[in-house]
């Protein structure tokens, strides 16, 4: 009878498990990818408004640089208000847990799909501004707290597919939009404040029912000491009721949280033992962003349209890079536990790179040699399966694989903050690099996706199938602190302030 708890210790998706992932993806991330998509598609007609908004108040239309900066406003705030939830991750997953937190996230997309959805009967483009502001919160919140929960729900042969789910839902939300933005949909004069207020239904669902599923055992046992409530949450997200071994496993990072106390983003990147985790995020966040995944976006329609595909059918075109990435994406979601963390993000990046260089020549070439703009298109979708595979995914299933408990939320925030910044630079410069280097501009993501590429090779080790401290133990040799034991290396650079004095 002993065996068989063995046997099963190897986790298994359960009822509670799957549910908890799709409500908590579905909920927070399917929302992210719909804000990022679903202002594009009806511009013209928001510009519009404005612009009518704006002649009922002073009786004179807005001068084409106010129109341009207001809109610019407008798309901008989304990723400035990412930057804000980014900031907000670790205070609130501490004092709220992780459930509770995306929980309270709700707030900031409920309010805003009022707020956009009223916005042309109030005749105010103002609460636009400030829905964009604030669904970027919910975005920028839900982008780390979501990988963090799944990471902490999961067992470790499930937690890469797991922490995968979050960013599949992240392209549905994209495609969703995308096809809600057809002109024939609610791309149009009247529809297009339905289309921007969709994004309160998943907020409602999950307000109503992830609820009744657990809380973070990890939470409960290291920052709640709720021992009760920890195997108990265990028990349902695994099925059975010998979890013994993994309530172990926790305590040895309850360990390490004790004596290393409080780690905020300073501490964070001070201690030596977490150099090159801290390290490893930033490059794999800021390359993530900066590899020209959203270049590739903006300049599709243009491809598209240079390469003979007629105006009306760039929308539909469109969509349907939306559903390769949602396709391939769901490959990562099944491969990440064959292939590795590791594996993913290699194939990706230089994929991403052998695309960009390729896209660069034919861009080039493309009004000198006839076939050169179906080539452009071969390589944005192959841009686009290179990019859903790994550097998309897999950087913050890592943030959740590299660090401990009590380093997890700091780390989440610097990771986030990173993504966030590199996300508004690319679309705050891109317009401007676009102008100056016109096709060449994408040799800089060329350069972007290589360097990230050598970096991955040289420094990220193999994260699969491994519990937290088996990882952790990993990068304790990078970092040279290997003499420390397992349970105390996020502490061993602690001293330090005690020897300055």
């Known amino acids: 009878m002993e065996q068989e708890p063995e046997i099963k210790k190897e986790g298994r998706l359960t ?14 991330s399917f929302q ?4 990022v998509a679903a202002i594009n598609s009806p511009a013209e007609f928001m510009k519009e408004f404005y612009n009518e908004t704006y002649y009922d108040r002073s009786s004179e239309y807005l001068s084409d640089f106010s129109l341009t900066l207001l809109w610019s406003i407008s798309v ?23 459930k509770g937190t995306l929980l309270l996230n709700n707030i900031f997309s409920i309010v805003p799909a009022i707020l956009m959805g009223c916005s042309e009967v109030a005749k105010s483009f103002e609460m636009i501004i400030v829905s964009r502001l604030l669904v970027g919160i919910c975005a920028g919140l839900s982008s780390n707290v979501v990988p963090m929960y799944l990471g902490e729900l999961a067992p470790k042969n499930l937690r890469g597919a797991l922490g995968v789910v979050p960013q599949l839902f992240i392209t549905v939300g994209i495609l969703v939009a995308q096809i809600f933005g057809l002109r024939s949909v609610l791309a149009n004069k009247e529809g ?8 309160g239904i998943p907020a409602v669902i999950q307000l109503l029912l992830l609820p009744f599923f657990p809380e973070s055992p990890r939470y409960l046992l290291v920052k709640k ?7 108990k949450a265990l028990q349902r997200l695994r099925g059975w009721d010998e979890v013994d071994a993994e309530m172990e496993e926790i305590r040895r990072e309850d360990e390490a949280e004790r004596a290393a106390g409080f780690i905020s983003v300073l501490k964070l990147f001070r201690l030596k033992s977490l150099r090159w985790q801290v390290i490893s995020i930033i490059v794999l966040m800021a390359g993530q962003q900066l590899s020209g995944v959203n270049a590739i976006y903006y300049y599709a329609d243009q491809i598209y349209r240079s390469s003979g595909v007629k105006e009306n059918d760039v929308q539909y075109v469109t969509a349907g890079t939306g559903a390769v990435n949602v396709v391939i994406t769901m490959c990562a979601v099944v491969v990440v536990e064959l292939l590795g963390r590791r594996s993913l993000l290699l194939l990706g990046f230089s ?37 859903a595979l790994g550097p998309s995914p897999i950087p913050a299933l890592l943030i959740t694989e590299i660090f401990l408990q009590s380093s997890r939320p700091p780390a989440f925030m610097v990771g986030g903050s990173v993504h966030w910044l590199s996300n508004f630079a690319v679309g705050l410069l891109f317009p401007f690099i676009q102008e100056g280097l016109g096709a060449y501009s994408f040799i800089l993501f060329a350069g972007i996706c290589l360097l990230t590429t050598i970096y991955t090779f040289l420094i990220i080790p193999e994260t699969k ?13 990078k970092n040279k602190v290997s003499e420390v034991h397992p349970e105390k290396e996020e502490l061993k650079d602690l001293p330090p302030s005690t020897l300055e004095e």
């Not at 992210?32 to 804000?35: I, L, P």
């Open 15 to 28: 009822l509670v498990l799957a549910l908890a992932t799709l409500i908590a993806a579905f909920g927070s």
């Open 32 to 35: 992210y990818g719909y804000n």
């Open 76 to 98: 901008s705030m989304f990723p400035f208000g990412g930057l804000i939830g980014s900031l907000l991750v670790g205070p609130l997953v501490n004092k709220l847990g992780r």
């Open 192 to 199: 297009w404040p339905i289309l921007l207020a969709v994004t």
């Open 225 to 231: 000491k709720n021992e009760q409530a920890a195997r």
């Open 351 to 387: 994929t991403c790179f052998t695309a960009c260089c390729v896209l660069t020549v034919a861009l080039a070439l493309q009004d000198t040699v006839s076939w050169m703009p179906y080539l452009s298109i071969a390589c944005v979708i192959i841009y686009v399966i290179g990019h």
């Open 465 to 477: 199938a491994k519990t937290f401290m088996e990882i952790n133990q990993i990068f304790a040799k």
